[in-house]
């Protein structure tokens, strides 16, 4: 298990106050049975570009833009599905590829619906990708429960991108272009009030800021690769100026030549803030 303290950028590239001021006297969780962390714990499992796990303090698992079986940054352990263990809830941010690539085959495999706040639910039943139950749909600014009234809350947010699904047909062996919906972010409340922003793909926009004071997110997950999200640069004022997070984990970069935007070019764009970058490498989990 990764700290978050050791995994602040390192001081040859941080001018960031949020480095010097983590904790590091926090208590080794103890062994938990499968599915299950330290209470009031969450655990954060990133497996390059998008792919996210997330485990909460209940113990529910909700897996983000699953790309991992043919993704060149997912570790080679977690190509077979079943490593991931029990999943409870799929979330995808929209359509392209290398989000939703993996997240049919994981909804089926665990029973698990496929959550989408973009419209991109009738497209996959339509395209028999999955069964109806496991396409469940809402739409942006709406929250939903999935796990009860005390449980996880979810709100689908805006996001500056697009989302072409493109689906292979059966018949003709041909790619096929269809309707993915529009492209989200997920505000995760979990159980003990930590609330994740995970952007999934997208670009600056100035409603960030509106989204950051209504919701008040602790830890963005925040693409910084560049050509077709925000880079380092854009990335660094969506933190600093706009929605001035506690933590902040860079996705989405050089999983692919064009994808250029590194940590460390974030970090050195962010400068002295209030916010702890988190560099994980896929594979690694971070506990908040």
């Known amino acids: 298990m990764i700290r978050r303290s050791l995994l602040c950028i390192a001081a040859a590239v941080a001018m960031l106050s949020g480095c010097a ?30 792919a996210t796990r997330i485990t909460t303090p209940g113990g529910k698992v909700i897996v983000i833009d699953p790309w991992l079986v043919t993704n060149p940054k997912t570790p080679a352990a977690y190509k077979d599905l079943a490593a991931l263990g029990k999943v409870d809830l799929i979330l995808v941010t929209h359509a392209h590829n290398d989000h939703l690539a993996d997240a049919p085959a994981l909804a089926k495999r665990n029973n698990a619906p496929i959550w989408n706040g973009g419209g991109m639910g009738q497209a996959l039943v339509s395209l028999e990708m999955v069964p109806p139950a496991l396409a469940q749909r809402f739409g942006k600014s709406g929250t939903i429960m999935p796990f009860g009234p005390n449980g996880v809350k979810i709100t689908a947010v805006h996001a500056e991108h697009s989302s072409e699904l493109v689906w292979k047909n059966p018949a003709t062996n041909k790619d096929e272009t269809h ?7 997920y505000i995760i409340e979990l159980e003990n009030g930590f609330k994740i922003w995970h952007m999934g793909d997208t670009g600056l926009f100035g409603d960030m800021r509106m989204i950051g004071e209504r919701y008040k997110p602790d830890l963005v997950l925040i693409p910084i690769g560049g050509h077709f999200t925000m880079g380092p640069q854009e990335a660094a004022s969506a933190v600093r100026d706009l929605i001035k997070p506690r933590y902040a984990i860079p996705i989405h970069y050089q999983t692919f030549p064009l994808l250029r ?28």
Request: net charge negative; hydrophobic share 35%.
């Open 261 to 288: 935007g590194t940590p460390a070019e974030f970090s050195a764009a962010l400068g002295v803030t209030g916010t702890s970058v988190i560099v994980p490498e896929p594979g690694q989990k971070v506990d908040f």
């Open 179 to 185: 309707y993915g919906g529009e492209p989200v972010g």
């Open 21 to 50: 001021t983590t904790t590091t006297t926090s208590a080794v969780p103890q062994p938990q049975a499968p599915g299950q962390i330290a209470a009031g714990k969450a655990e954060v499992l990133w497996l390059g570009q998008a």
